[in-house]
């Protein structure tokens, strides 16, 4: 079965300095993997996937994650944090090989941005 | 493009009712899902809809129940509500595939 963890409830970092969120998945082949990240009282908004291809996906706001196979790791980072990057980020797998299954969530992280 | 549209935001009802939550997806996007969203079980699947049939379906318990209509819009029922309902309930639309999955602003249902 596919599952996402991440080992991090809370994540502090102050402004400018870069932020990484840790993710790891398991799953039986090659996974689709996702972030997303929540402010309050919001849905969950896309930063970035990884399908295939380039290891190396860049996304939304200056945010970006490397696919780490060996390591099985999706972590997202960002060079230079902003206190309005404060907020709960979620990491997430679906295997596309096991027919119709879902996407399964992290836990979360929470993020805070001092200035 | 207009985005997931979730109705309503916001709901107060008592244990022991039911309620009914709408999701409207993306323009051309045929698959719905459903998440439960409380702060210690974090997001939970409750199902995914696509072509109007359940194609997925979570570890929820019958008292939770969802459709899908020919335009692709879902409604999910909860009946004999329970003070653990109380959650913020996320829809998601996507294409065929799973390679994309975009989310509403959520329905925050309150139990009382």
């Known amino acids: 079965a596919q599952s996402v963890a991440q080992p991090e409830d809370q994540v502090n970092v102050a402004e400018g300095n870069p932020l990484t969120v840790k993710c790891t998945y398991s799953?039986?082949?090659?996974?689709?993997l996702f972030w997303y990240v929540q402010y309050p009282n919001r849905g969950l908004q896309f930063l970035l996937k990884?399908?295939?291809?380039?290891?190396l996906v860049k996304g939304s706001y200056g945010f970006e994650a490397e696919f780490n196979k060996s390591q099985t790791s999706f972590h997202l980072k960002k060079p230079s944090a902003l206190v309005s990057d404060s907020a709960l980020y979620f990491c997430?797998?679906?295997?596309?090989?096991?027919?119709?299954?879902?996407?399964?969530f992290g836990k979360g992280t929470r993020l805070s941005v001092i200035a | 493009k207009a985005g997931v549209t979730q109705t309503p935001r916001y709901l107060i009802k008592t244990r022991g009712q039911q309620v009914t939550l709408s999701c409207s997806p993306i323009?051309?996007?045929?698959?719905v899902s459903w998440y439960q969203q409380t702060p210690g079980q974090g997001l939970q699947f409750l199902f995914e809809?696509?072509?109007?049939?359940?194609?997925n379906k979570g570890n929820f318990p019958g008292r939770f129940s969802g459709r899908q209509f020919s335009n692709s819009r879902s409604e999910m029922n909860v009946s004999t509500l329970e003070l653990g309902d109380s959650a913020l309930y996320l829809c998601?639309?996507?294409?065929?595939?799973?390679?994309?999955?975009?989310f509403g602003s959520g329905t925050r249902l309150t139990v009382v």
């Open positions: 998601a639309s996507s294409l065929a595939g799973g390679k994309d999955y975009t």
């Open positions: 799953v039986s082949g090659n996974p689709y």
């Open positions: 990884y399908i295939t291809g380039d290891n």
């Open positions: 997430a797998v679906r295997d596309p090989n096991s027919g119709n299954t879902p996407l399964v």
């Open positions: 323009s051309g996007h045929r698959s």
């Open positions: 809809y696509f072509s109007e049939t359940q194609r």
